[in-house]
């Protein structure tokens, strides 16, 4: 099993121009690699903190995801390769436009963190992908609807929630 960390792999961001191209990469890459892992990056809790159902759907229903980050990895632990760079593995970071951090509710000290982190909003609601485009693609391409993958999340309740959401309800 290879150890990754940062030097040896590749965040590939995923925006509007690149969607299909990626989504066709994630696709092919599922017949070898059956773990997929999980994570959303969302405007954090405004009506407590989902400890409960009650409080994690509340969140949810009221709120927009920012990005989801997905992994996918065989059943060693390794990642698929980067063509060009065949030492490093690769994982994807959608990026979503549908958030506004202007007129959105959200939880203001979680947006700063994201901020300091290196989302840049602005550029999300310019370049990134729509909600309903990206259920439109992701949904018919096998990825999510597949028996033979193995999803993997840590603390993931609302991960699963925002993509119950996604594919159920849109925005």
């Known amino acids: 099993m290879a150890t990754w960390n940062n030097d040896n792999v590749e965040i590939r961001e995923v925006w509007k121009s690149n969607f299909a191209q990626e989504i066709e990469n994630m696709r092919l890459i ?7 892992s999980l994570d959303t990056e969302f405007p954090e809790n405004i009506h ?5 159902y009650q409080t994690m759907r ?4 009221s709120l927009k995801i920012i990005q989801l980050g997905l992994a996918f990895s065989d059943y060693y632990g390794n990642l698929p ?6 030492h490093r593995g690769v994982v994807w970071q ?3 436009s549908d958030f506004d951090p202007s007129t959105d509710p959200h939880n203001r000290d ?3 963190v994201l901020r300091m982190s290196g989302i840049n909003f602005q550029k999300n609601r310019e370049e990134g992908v729509s909600i ?7 949904v018919p391409s096998g990825i999510i609807q597949n ?13 699963y929630a925002y993509l119950v959401k996604m594919f159920s309800v849109g925005k």
């Open 81 to 86: 390769l980067d063509g060009i760079f065949p």
């Open 110 to 112: 979680s947006i700063e």
């Open 30 to 36: 599922i017949q070898t690699h059956r773990f997929m």
């Open 94 to 96: 959608v990026n979503f």
């Open 48 to 52: 407590g903190d989902s400890s409960t």
């Open 132 to 138: 309903s485009e990206f259920r439109a693609h992701f």
């Open 147 to 159: 028996r033979s993958l193995c999803y993997i999340a840590f603390h993931g309740s609302s991960d």
């Open 58 to 61: 509340a969140n949810v229903s």
